[in-house]
């Protein structure tokens, strides 16, 4: 069947979405922060005071090191944790008082939490059974979601019997046959192996997309945050850190944790900053004028431009190294490049095999555009 | 081809050296428990189980020739005609078990939780305090519990003051005091296997089960509940099977009135000796013990996974 097809009859089967659309109108699968913190008895705030808010239909990511208070954040949406302060608005209704049975909200949790003694259609259908409807809508409905994500096959087995991708699939689909407003993700793909992860990755995104449903995806994966997420939100020690769209974050990271926790990157102590040039250990660099004051520099590895050579007088910011280190990674090679005693990490896409890979103790000359110099403020 | 041939090759050095010290090793270490096992335990039973083919001596000591005479008195046939009186106390006897495990059930549940919602440093500490009274003699404690439903007793006093029994008795011998007896002294058999299975209880698929609509009576049945189903059906193993035979309890507080099988049993080897008859109704029990454990794998199989101990 097609995916159009399936997806058409699950948005007619489903008389739910009038009944839960009692908030603004617009508001549907919108989620507001207000002043959100979470202290753990010992006195450590897992969560410290965060506002937020995530657009409808939105994909959004919660990017973090373990222990950044991601998760505790992602349970107090889905109504397991309440927040010691703060409120929290799905589609522009308060949670307060909501408990998690009745938030239009499903999650997919990290250990899928199927349920072992039901099958995969029985696990598909419990959230229906739940809510009363009747077993031959449900039957639609699990089937619908069952051909929408290739797991119709699975129908009568039991978890135990499938492979870490196929429960992910069961738990995405137990998840979304509810058609919920907010759909949370708990570092879903992280006992995956990395090839079935990025084929997933790609699927769960165009499942999103279709259904216009909310994701908040919490995960500790930066490139998984990259390849999947409309805006990221940073965190670290139960703060936001940073904010936005995924380019935005990568290209203008807002501090140093940032820069370094999301992408690889080259951070330099910036000595003196007078018009359009700062100072800094490899010597003086030329900078856009639309930079603004901070007291690092950083340069993304991919957008330092090596060549063979000596370097180009006319070039702005055009210096001469010494390759320290190569690693050849198929698409791409890393290099560490010295530059007046500084070394950076440079990524060369190997565009061609011939003249592209330099060894070890090669001389070449290193160009950086003014605007892909990013000042930061700490 | 080649491994079809290598299979019989290896067969045929079997005895070996090192195959022969394998063997040794495992009859030296399991040969003491089997020994223990088939001389004290399949051996008499073997013998109790042939008792009940014999005729019935003068005595009531069983003699030849081999007969189904005492099979037929168990069904209830003997020389005055058939009665239902042993059919009754079979029944009555399975009535009392399956009475004792659902009381011995309805309370460890509340107990199981009650504990593992502790924090887990207590938790041993608590069920020890379940655990504890069975290190005494059930015969002890049986004793105890005459004591406390005898006449004088505050419980006692408590129950005429109500117009549930009449003044100067007790509440024993009888059913209720019969009941109080076996669950109490099988609730720390139905306690420990459930709470084992409580205990490593994933939380999270209760989690999921709220996170999908699921709450109060609905959470607890379809998301704690399968996940103690395992522990259930050892508790009941544990609980009605020993329930059913019980000996000390029905005599002590069931009295003359309600005969129990463990009862019957026991004096026809004491009292009234009819070996031959005691022995077919030992038969009989152990069939039907059995039976009832086939039944319970099968359910075992099918809810409670790898659970059971079977």
């Known amino acids: 069947m097609h995916d159009a097809v399936i997806l058409k009859r699950m948005q007619e089967t489903s008389p739910r979405r009038a009944e839960t659309d009692s908030g603004p109108r617009n508001e549907r699968g919108a989620i507001e922060l207000h002043g959100i913190s979470r202290v753990f008895p010992g006195g450590l705030a897992a969560v410290d005071g965060i506002d937020l808010r995530i657009e409808p239909g939105e994909f959004f990511t919660l990017l973090g090191p373990s222990g950044c208070g991601k998760t505790t954040l992602l349970r107090m949406i889905a109504g397991f944790e309440m927040p010691d302060a ?258 950076l990490t440079a990524l060369d896409t190997n565009l061609s095999a011939r003249d592209r890979s330099w060894r070890p103790g090669e001389a070449v000359s290193v160009e950086i555009d003014p605007g892909n110099i990013v000042l930061i403020p700490a | 081809m080649t491994a079809e041939a290598a299979i019989p090759a290896r067969r045929g050095m079997a005895w070996r050296a090192e195959d022969f010290a394998r063997r040794f090793r495992l009859w030296i270490t399991a040969g003491p428990g089997l020994a223990w096992i088939v001389l004290f335990l399949i051996i008499p039973s073997a013998i109790l189980l042939a008792i009940g083919f014999f005729s019935i001596g003068d005595y ?92 004088r007793s505050g419980l006692s006093h408590l129950a005429q003051a109500l117009g549930f029994i009449p003044a100067h008795l007790g509440l024993l011998p009888g059913v209720f005091a019969m009941q109080v007896g076996l669950t109490y002294n099988y609730l720390p058999y139905m306690v420990v296997p459930l709470y084992a299975a409580a205990e490593k209880l994933d939380w999270t698929l209760v989690e999921a089960g709220r996170d999908l609509y699921a709450s109060g009576q609905k959470l607890f049945w379809h998301t704690v509940f399968p996940q103690t189903m395992s522990g259930l059906l050892s508790g009941i193993i544990l609980v009605a099977i020993p329930a059913f035979g019980d000996y000390v309890v029905p005599t002590l507080l069931g009295g003359g009135r309600s005969m129990m099988i463990g009862s019957l049993i026991a004096s026809q080897f004491t009292e009234t000796p009819n070996w031959p008859y005691g022995a077919a109704l030992t038969i009989f029990m152990l069939v039907f013990t059995c039976a009832g454990l086939a039944v319970f794998r099968v359910l075992s199989r099918r809810f409670g996974g790898t659970g059971a101990m079977m």
């Open chain 2, 60 to 151: 009531g000591n069983p003699r030849l020739p081999l007969t189904l005479e005492p099979l037929r008195e168990v069904a209830g046939y003997s020389i005055l005609g058939w009665s239902p009186g042993n059919i009754t106390t079979i029944l009555r006897s399975l009535l009392q078990a399956v009475s004792a495990t659902v009381l011995t059930i309805l309370l460890a549940y509340p107990v199981v939780f009650f504990i593992i919602s502790r924090p887990p440093a207590l938790r041993p500490l608590l069920l020890l305090f379940v655990i504890l009274p069975s290190w005494t003699n059930q015969v002890v404690r049986t004793y105890a519990w005459m004591e406390l439903l005898g006449p």
């Open chain 1, 86 to 343: 703060g409120r929290i608005l799905i589609s522009g209704r308060e949670m307060q008082a909501v408990p998690p049975h009745r938030r239009a909200v499903n999650t997919v949790f990290q250990s899928y939490a199927l349920f072992p003694h039901l099958t995969v259609a029985e696990n598909i259908g419990f959230g229906l059974k739940m809510r009363g409807i009747k077993s031959a809508e449900r039957r639609q409905r699990t089937d619908g979601i069952m051909a929408l994500l290739q797991i119709g096959q699975f129908a009568g087995r039991n978890p135990a019997q499938l492979s870490g991708g196929q429960r992910q699939r069961v738990a995405l689909a137990r998840a979304l046959v509810n058609e919920p407003e907010v759909v949370l993700l708990d570092e879903p793909l992280s006992a995956l192996d990395a090839k079935l992860r990025a084929e997933l990755q790609i699927e769960l995104l165009r499942m999103q997309k279709r259904l216009g449903m909310t994701f908040v995806f919490v995960t500790h994966d930066q490139h998984e945050a990259l390849v999947m997420s409309d805006r990221i939100a940073v965190m670290e020690r139960g703060r936001l850190r940073q904010v936005g769209p995924v380019a935005d974050v990568y290209e203008r990271p807002g501090d140093v944790f940032v820069a370094e926790f999301l992408g690889l990157s080259n951070i330099l102590p910036v000595a003196s900053h007078r018009a359009q040039v700062i100072e800094t250990a490899m010597g003086p660099l030329r900078i856009d004028a639309s930079a603004t004051a901070g007291h690092s520099a950083m340069i993304r590895p991919e957008k330092i431009k090596l060549g063979s050579g000596p370097p180009d007088p006319a070039a702005a910011n055009a210096f001469a190294g010494i390759i320290r280190e190569a690693i050849y990674m198929g698409a791409s090679s890393q290099y560490r490049v010295e530059i007046n005693g500084v070394a």
